[in-house]
Every structure is written in C-alpha cells, then in structure tokens.
DNA sequence: CCGTTAGGTTAACACCGTCAACCTAACACC
DNA sequence: GGTGTTAGGTTGACGGTGTTAACCTAACGG
C-alpha cells in the first residue's frame, strides 16, 4: 500500500530561452539531463534494483552504451542522480522557515520537519548515499546535510543570540539536532512502524509513515527543549 | 587506510557436545552454518558487492545452486547474515552495562557509547538494514534496536525511578536516544569526518572513526542532560 | 526391494556493467 | 573543397550475476 516511493523532480537546468547563461557549471545537455531523469525515475519506481544501464537507456531511447558518453560509468550517473536530488533539499528546507520568525525556536523546529518530510519524501537517496558505496564514505559534501547544514546552523545561531537556545557550540548542536532527525528518519524507514508505534500509543496501528514519524518528532522537541535531567526546581512536576 | 569492515564472529550455535538440545527453532545443518558463516566472511571482507551467491558457494566448496537447499534466494541468506548479526547486539549492550549501577545515568550513556562501537564494527550489517533491502521496510525484530530496546528501555525506566533523569513516556524517551545514537553513526558512517570534524574542532584530520564519533557522542551528552531551552536560573551561565 | 527424501551436481537462461570497434554527421581549418 | 577531429551513437561481445530445471546419488523407512 505504501506504493512506490516517489521522488521529487529536480529542478530543470534548461536555460531560459533568451537568457544569457554563462557557459560556466551546470552546462548540461538536454541528452544528459533525460538521462538523469530517467534514472531518477527508475530509482523512484522500483528502486535501485530498477535502475539498470540498459533500462535507463531504453527509457531514453537510447543504447545503453550511449550512456557511457555522459557518464563514466553506473556510480557516477547514480552519484549525479542522487546528488541533484539532494540539491533540493536546502531549497526545500529554506522554503519551510522563510515564514518563521529569525532567532525563533519554532524556526529551528520547522526544520527539523522538513527534514523529515523530505527524507520520507526521497527515501531512494537517502538508501543509495548510506548503502551504495562500495567502501570508503563519500565526502560530505553529497551528504543530505551538506546544503542543510548551513541552513540549520544559520538558525541555530541566530536562536542562540537572541535567547532562544541556551549558549554552545553551534556544531556541535547542529550535528546533534541533525543526529536526532536523522536517525528518527532513518529509524523508520528500516522497522515497520505499526508494531513500534502501538507501543508508543501514537495512531492506532495504521498510519502512514510520514504522521507517524512526524508525531513522534513533535513529543521529541520536548526532550530536545528541556533535557532529560530532573526538573532543579524540585518539586509539583509529575507528582503521583 | 580504513581497511575493510570487520563482522564480530556470531556465536557459535553448534551444540555443545551431550547437550540435549531441544530440537526447536535453531537447529541448523552444519553446512548451513557454514554457508552463513562465509557469507558474513566475504561481507566483511568486501561489503554486500562481494557477496555472491558464487563466492559463497565456492567458499564452502559447494556449488552455487546448492546454496538453494538452505535458502530460498540471495535475499533470504543475506537476512539470516544480518539477522544473526543483530542478534549479538543485545549481549553486547549488556556486557556494556554490566559493572554500572542501576538507575545510573552513566548506564544509560553507556548503552549510546556501546551502540555506536557496535554499529562502527558491524557497519555492513548497518548497512543492509537500512538501505540495501530492496523495498518494503522489514520487521522491526531485525532491526538492531531489537534486542537493544528492551535493554535501553529497562536501563531508562530504572533511571526515571531512581531520579537520575526526569519522568516522561519511556518509550519516547528509548525512541529519543536511540534516534541520537543512530543518527549520528549513520551520519558517520555516510559522510568523511574529517571534514567535518576539525570544523567541530575534534581531533586535528585524520584521526580514527571511531574515536571521533564517541568524542562527539560525549559532547552530545550534555545536550541530551540539560536540553537547548536557557537556563531558567538566568544569569552567570555564560557571561561573554 | 522399492520409494522418498536430502543434498548435491551440471547446463542453461536472462540480465547485468562495461569495453572495443565501428559508424556518422557536424564542424574547424588549410 | 577536401580533410582531420570530435561528439554522439551503434552493434557485439566478455565475464559475472541470481535463479531454474533436470538430473544424479546415498541414506533411510516400509
């Protein structure tokens, strides 16, 4: 029922017709990027099992050989698909504060749903950055945080200059709000969440991931805010 | 310089001799154990690439067709690698708590720092979990919180009656921490830490993964005891 | 003695990533 | 205008993959 995982389109890289576009970068041709869209396409429909040269190829009306003109081989044109996905990500993470007030904890907060929602959104990248590798780790800079990271540290800081946040140091903080989201995230897309979440008495059995997991997040920001120390105020908390 | 992951050896479950060994669930052929054991063999040797249906098989001096009398396809060994990979996670968990005080709060850390050692020596397991399966998430029971979760959910509760942390639903409070521990070594297991590391401003490079990733943990600690909300008793905390 | 089963084989199929060789149209340059 | 050179494409093949079908063989129960 959960369907096929879809992925969010990427921004077209075709120029406005009439402008200008400097030759620099993204030079990407209308060939190059079918390609890249094709193959996102197949990640989305059936998985990286469904993403195959050949299948990419035949979906292009091309031969899979052709590929091998634009790409060096498999691992790079997954590496661009995977990549541009994750280019939307600090798009998508911007767009989700640019109404919430700077320096806010609720900026901070609505952050760390979007990241949700956008991991549960394109979940196939998410797997292919974790897993694919064939051994060493890829730099950080393909890493769902890296466009992310800037973002949430920007708003981190910001909370923590007008109080919202008690003073720290703001990596550390930022790899520590990301490792809980994170791993939330990633937590979920592994178990099945019906059997856990009775447990927690969040939605009665058949939810959808994306509440369900949303839901927990929400009684997380709590735990976030306020720690796991016993209130120094001792006292009227949780009496009896 | 890594190396390739090594997988702790799973207990052996070859009866101890004059055992009467109920003939329930475990039982398992001498061959068939041999199977798995080389599957985690070549999967720690050469991640899930190296692992074939042929190299097994070979391995163990069978053909590759044989394997199918044991299993019913590549996907159900791979999950009996990984599943009994998990299955030592909870004895090591334990054995990590062993010597510290109940209702400690230094128990409850020290399930985090055992987590993290855990996932770091058996990352192809983590690996395959959550991300390689090829659609629909598994039971949580193979997920590595399995085990652990009764663990680290003993250990919170008895922390909550002794004082040492604050009382809230325990589940969320387990789901909470085990979120922090995971995300942060999937994120380490995923990007190069280096990069990110001496920006945090541990360890000055190339320093191992490992240490780097508790350095962090132990920062985290912190944040996890006191939360990110300022202190209500305003003042000297952290006076410019 | 015969049937069944467990455990194993070989041969083959369809698919995979990739390479080598070749083709063809477009363009730059003397 | 002829002549490289190059970008973009093809076909065919190689070795490897998971998996199936058919077959073999030894052990065991009736």
Not at 124 to 148: C, L, N, T
């Amino acid at each position: 029922m959960p369907g096929p995982d879809q992925l969010d389109p990427v921004l077209d890289d075709t120029p406005p017709p009439g402008s200008t576009r400097s030759v620099s970068e993204s030079q990407v041709s209308e060939t190059e990027s079918a390609i890249l869209e094709a193959a996102r396409d197949l990640l989305a429909e059936g998985g990286i099992g469904a993403l195959s040269m050949r299948a990419v190829a035949s979906r292009v009306g091309l031969s899979a050989t052709a590929l091998y003109h634009y790409f060096d081989n498999k691992e790079a044109l997954v590496d661009r698909v995977v990549q541009r996905g994750f280019q939307q990500s600090e798009e998508y993470l911007r767009r989700a504060i640019e109404n919430l007030p700077r320096g806010s904890m609720e900026r901070v907060a609505a952050l760390g749903e979007a990241y949700i929602q956008f991991a549960l959104r394109n979940r196939q990248y998410f797997k292919i950055i974790f897993a694919i590798r064939p051994e060493q780790p890829r730099a950080i800079d393909d890493v769902p945080g890296q466009g992310g990271y800037v973002v949430l540290r920007e708003s981190v800081v910001e909370a923590m200059e007008s109080g919202a946040i008690r003073r720290a140091d703001p990596d550390v903080v930022v790899l520590f709000l990301w490792s809980v989201v994170h791993g939330l995230v990633t937590i979920f897309m592994a178990c099945d969440p019906a059997g856990m979440l009775d447990e927690v008495g969040l939605c009665g059995g058949d939810c959808g991931q994306p509440e369900a997991t949303l839901a927990l997040f929400d009684k997380f920001r709590e735990l976030i805010r306020d720690g796991l120390a016993p209130d120094r105020a001792d006292g009227s908390e949780d009496a009896r």
